[in-house]
């Protein structure tokens, strides 16, 4: 950005730090800022008058969302800085021109996206997928009806039954659905929680409270510890100010805010502040260069408003399944529609035909059946700690083939923690457990003792009180990461802290600034009453240079070029491994020269500060969690590719990837080729190396296809120190690949990959509001294991919904068939409409069911993420097997029975056949068997129902064996086992509702339904034990 460039394009863009994906308009400025002379803090009320804000509607371009910003506003001097933004460092604006500029710019905050209406989501969940094939069915049904009544005086009341049972399984799951669903998109009632209230602003050099909306860019304005910013802010004025900016990118350690730009990206500088992020130390003043959509967050929040959500793997094949049906089923009945006219039936006839044809292909009882599974599975891996918000992302989990996971506080346990020290010329490594008893430390050695407690005085963290009983690594502490982690490790091996603190009174202290890198205190010496020791802990290049001696086996010895080499061998062997290295030194203050009573004054020392003691290193990290490196080599034999993106350091992000396994043993990338074989890393071929580690200005710089390559060619990849926008574009890439992939992130920051992904997966303990809402699914413990535990269960619902539509979908034959014989063979109806909804929705349903429980077949793990193209939910040869092979089968041993029953009373197949019609007229009281037996019309009624009640017990008898088969694909029932309680408990109630349809009384005058003799029940027996052959 040009620095001449005025304030009219400077606001009209909201400069080069501006969103370029935003167009505004702009009709200049007033003259430059008046001033008051008053000085005085005026609490002005919020104004209450309502405004009209020229702002030209917002254009979004997603694509200039993703790009990084591109400005300068934090390296100009800031001078220049005012200048171009027409404000001045002590006067402030004045209040016309910033009300002015309130009216071109609009409030300070972030534009609501446009929402869809619960109605609208309600009425999705009611009319989208398979919920349209059996709205079609319902409607079908009472077209027939109006058909049929047309027709006849007193009609068959089968079809309105039918339509209206299928509009209440329409509504009832559909209701269910959006009740489970209804609060997954909520995303931006989170980002308005970060939005200040008020924010501290001077303006005509006088200082007042305002609405934070009321902010406009050139403002200056103050803030304290416990605030909240109420923009991008460049700071211009610091004293101990500290930010945390864990809403914005998950990392919870305060950053220090000064006025020095210190680096050339602006989210790395520690002279700019963003908007919603928490003041946690200090005061600081600065001014306003981005508000609104403007700023950091603005941005993030558009971006994760404005991306599409992908759709799940489960919602496509379904819709698929339901594409083929109504083919199939048009297919069916125009075909059948031209071969009745054919055959000479009337028009309205064939039409009826026609609708008991098509709902004979509907199964009415999957969407219930499919909903209640997903719902069981979803509260079982409730139960293992993810909670999962959309249903059909259960099963999307499980066909992952890509996990960009965070790396603090899910592959780490988000908790710093001593990894090892340097002492005595060597390097012990530390117990990182949530115990730390298994600590490897020579306790003995005086230098050890020395450096002990060098950190244990020289640390400001102390523990909440009332957590006596808590276990030391899991006490709340106040105080910063580092120092907690330090405070908790010494009281694991040096016990009481306090104790000791309280022995060795701190007499001043010089706090830890980022211009000297150090932390100073003395303290009252317990061992040796009436004299003092001083303590310095800080980075350990600054320590080292204060020192003149270092302790070695508990003897002070010169601090020789040796132990300075020593010192920086053991300084890169723990920076090497990623991890955060601190610096410890003691001085034992001359009495004479330092009596007891003696003035410490910290603002002008009158105490050394060179000439100190070297005691040794300690270094800290937040160590990966235990069950991490097993769940990571659990997805690579899973066919699974773990990537880390995060926005930490590269040498500490690699460092915990070679840890946990996501980079593998032995496995080096470009960087450790180079290294080993001592040349330049451009004398390294890519192809050498099997792992590689690309940081975020790397990333920035690579083309499309060139991301698209490392994504495809390494299957152990890390990206480090990325932004929003490029861990979204990661994400793209990865499924632009084809891949499905699921992003794990807890901050504001990863709100739009978490929407992006196919299964976003938030953290339920460290994870933001935002994070969450725009999550399909929540870790309640932030462990990648239970990532892990989430693919083994998506997995498993994949096979068991399977099986589910294999036991399921036979009931298209079933119930097909005995109508195609009643029309073209004119015998009396086989299958009545009632007993068409028990066969779905009464017998079958709970045995379908309890296929959710079905464990896992052995090998789950251990195949490579299905392919989504061949390996679908449903199949043609599926459909083949389960249609034209078991379901034709149970339908002949259905017929099979109606025959035998109809033969018992006296009509034999070669009379049944073309009676129909004679049947079926109630003015017929004389109807003759084969054996010249008379039967009145309610005679034949009685053993029409009958005929209804064997050809649903045909059925159950053969879905028995048939749910025996569709327990297991892979392996043998033997292998497999009849261990599936629930499976027992559906059949067993099957059977038993079977019973109660025959044998309960009235059922005759109710549903239709008949008593059996035993012998009928049999009837079905060696079809049965054929369907397995």
Same mark, same amino acid.
């Given at each position: ?236 004025? $610091? ?17 220090? &805010? ?80 031209? $071969? ?55 099963? !999307? ?27 005595? %010329? ?383 979908? !036979? ?31 009464? !017998? ?63 009509? &034999? ?98 549903? %239709? ?21």
């Amino acid at each position: 950005m040009s620095k001449q460039m005025d304030s009219r394009s400077t606001q009209a863009t909201g400069g080069s730090y501006a969103n370029p994906g935003f167009v505004h308009s702009s009709d200049g400025y007033s003259d430059s800022p008046r001033s008051t002379p008053s000085e005085n803090h005026d609490k002005m009320p919020a104004t209450k008058k309502k405004r009209r804000f020229r702002v030209a509607k917002k254009k979004v371009d997603k694509e200039a969302l993703k790009k990084e910003m591109d400005m300068d506003e934090h390296k100009v001097p800031i001078e220049e800085l005012a200048t171009r933004l027409r404000s001045d460092l002590v006067r402030g604006l004045t209040s016309d021109f910033a009300e002015q500029r309130l009216m071109e710019d609009g409030p300070n905050t972030l534009s609501p996206p446009k929402t869809i209406p619960e109605w609208v989501k309600f009425l999705k969940q009611m009319f989208l997928g398979f919920a349209v094939l059996l709205w079609a069915g319902a409607v079908l049904c009472f077209v027939a009806y109006g058909v049929q009544f047309s027709q006849s005086d007193h009609p068959p009341g089968d079809n309105l039954y039918l339509g209206i049972v299928l509009v209440a399984v329409v509504v009832l799951t559909g209701s269910f659905s959006y009740y489970q669903e209804a609060a997954s998109s909520k995303v931006m009632e989170s980002f308005k929680k970060l939005v200040p209230q008020s924010a501290v602003v001077i303006r005509d050099a006088v200082k007042r409270d305002i609405p934070a909306e009321e902010l406009v860019v050139g403002d200056v304005i103050e803030v304290k510890f416990g605030d909240r910013m109420p923009a991008d802010v460049r700071i211009t004025y $610091a004293q101990g100010f500290k930010v945390d900016n864990s809403s914005l990118t998950g990392e919870s350690e305060p950053l220090p &805010r000064t006025p020095e730009c210190t680096h050339q990206n602006p989210l790395e500088t520690k002279n700019l502040a963003f908007f919603s992020t928490n003041v946690v130390e200090g005061v600081g003043r600065g001014i306003v260069i981005a508000t609104a959509d403007r700023t950091v967050m603005g941005r993030i929040a558009n971006l994760a408003s404005d991306t599409d959500t992908s759709s799940t793997t489960m919602s496509r094949e379904m819709q698929f399944f339901v594409n083929i049906i109504i083919v199939a089923s048009i297919i069916m009945g125009i075909v059948f529609l031209i $071969a009745l006219l054919a055959l000479g039936y009337g028009f309205f006839v064939a039409f009826i035909f026609l609708i008991g044809i098509i709902m004979g292909n509907v199964p009415e009882g999957l969407l219930s059946t499919v909903t209640v599974i997903l719902t069981l599975t979803a509260k079982r891996m409730a139960k293992k700690n993810c909670l999962v918000k959309a249903l059909e992302c259960v099963e !999307t989990l499980g066909s992952t083939t890509v996990i960009c996971s965070d790396k603090t506080g899910t592959l780490t346990q988000n908790r710093m923690t001593v990894a090892h020290a340097w002492y005595d %010329n060597h390097i012990y490594e530390m117990d990182t457990s949530d115990t730390q008893q298994a600590n490897v430390y020579n306790g003995d050695s005086q230098t050890w003792k020395a450096l002990s407690r060098v950190a244990l005085l020289c640390n400001r963290a102390e523990f909440k009180r009332g957590q006596e009983s808590v276990p030391i690594m899991k006490r709340e502490t106040s105080g910063d990461a580092s120092e907690s982690a330090i405070l908790k490790y010494t009281e694991v091996v040096c016990g009481n802290v306090q104790l000791l603190r309280s022995q060795n009174k701190k007499i001043c202290e010089i706090p830890f600034n980022s211009t000297n890198k150090y932390q100073v205190s003395i303290h009252e010496l317990a061992e040796s009453p009436g004299r003092y020791v001083l303590v310095m802990k800080g980075a350990p290049e600054r320590i080292l240079d204060r020192c003149s001696t270092i302790l070695i086996k508990g003897e002070e010895v010169p601090l020789t070029e040796d132990w300075q080499n020593a010192f920086q061998k053991a300084y890169e062997d723990l920076g090497g491994l990623g991890e955060r290295v601190l610096g410890f030194s003691d001085y034992l203050l001359p009495p004479g020269q330092f009596p007891p009573g003696f003035n410490f004054d910290v603002e002008n020392p009158n105490f050394p500060l060179t000439g100190l003691r070297f005691c040794g290193l300690m270094s800290l990290i937040d160590p990966p969690r235990p069950a991490v490196p097993g769940a990571v080599a659990k997805c690579r034999g899973a066919g699974i590719k773990v990537i880390m993106v995060t926005g930490d350091h590269p040498v500490t992000a690699k460092a915990i990837a070679k840890s946990v396994g996501i980079i593998s043993p032995g496995h080096e990338t470009r960087e450790d080729i180079a290294k080993r074989r001592n040349i330049p890393l451009e004398d390294v071929r890519a192809s050498d190396a099997k792992a590689i580690v690309v940081t975020g200005s790397d990333l920035k710089d690579l083309s499309e296809k060139e991301l698209d390559h490392i994504l495809s060619y390494y299957n152990e990849i890390v990206f480090a120190r990325t932004s929003p926008q490029q861990k979204l574009i990661i994400v793209e890439g990865c499924q632009r690949l084809d891949n499905i992939v699921a992003v794990t992130g807890d901050g504001v920051n990863d709100s739009p990959a978490l929407k992006k992904s196919n299964i976003g997966i938030a953290m339920g303990i460290t994870g933001s509001d935002v994070s969450k809402q725009a999550a399909d699914m929540i870790l309640l413990d932030d462990n990648f294991a239970s990532i892990v535990t989430g693919v083994e269960e998506g997995r498993l619902i994949f096979e068991n919904l399977k099986k589910t539509v294999a036991y399921t979908v !036979t009931h298209i034959a079933d119930e097909t068939l005995p109508f195609l014989i009643f029309i073209f063979l004119k015998v009396p109806l086989p299958l009545g409409t009632i007993c068409v909804l028990w066969i779905d929705l009464g !017998t079958d349903i709970i045995p379908a069911i309890t296929l959710a429980y079905e464990r896992p077949e052995s090998d789950i793990m251990l195949r490579m993420p299905r392919d989504r193209k061949k390996e679908t939910l449903v199949t043609g040869k599926l459909l083949g097997l389960t249609i034209f092979q078991v379901g034709i089968v149970e339908s002949l041993s259905g017929i099979f029975t109606y025959f035998v029953i109809y033969g018992q009373f006296g009509f &034999r197949p070669d009379k049944i056949i073309g009676l129909r019609d004679i049947w079926s007229d109630s003015s017929i009281s004389n109807l003759e068997d084969s054996y010249g037996q008379e039967w009145t019309f309610a005679q034949r009624r009685l053993i029409e129902i009958t005929g209804y009640t064997g050809y649903l017990a045909g059925v159950v008898v053969t879905q028995w064996i048939n749910i025996m088969m569709c327990k297991t694909r892979r392996n043998s029932i033997i292998e497999q086992g009849l261990v599936n309680y629930p499976l027992m408990l559906g059949l067993s109630v099957e059977t038993a509702v079977l019973i109660l349809l025959a044998y309960l009384p009235g059922m005759a005058n109710t549903l %239709n339904f008949a008593p059996l003799h035993w012998s009928w029940i049999l009837c079905p027996t060696p079809s049965a034990l054929a369907i397995p052959f």
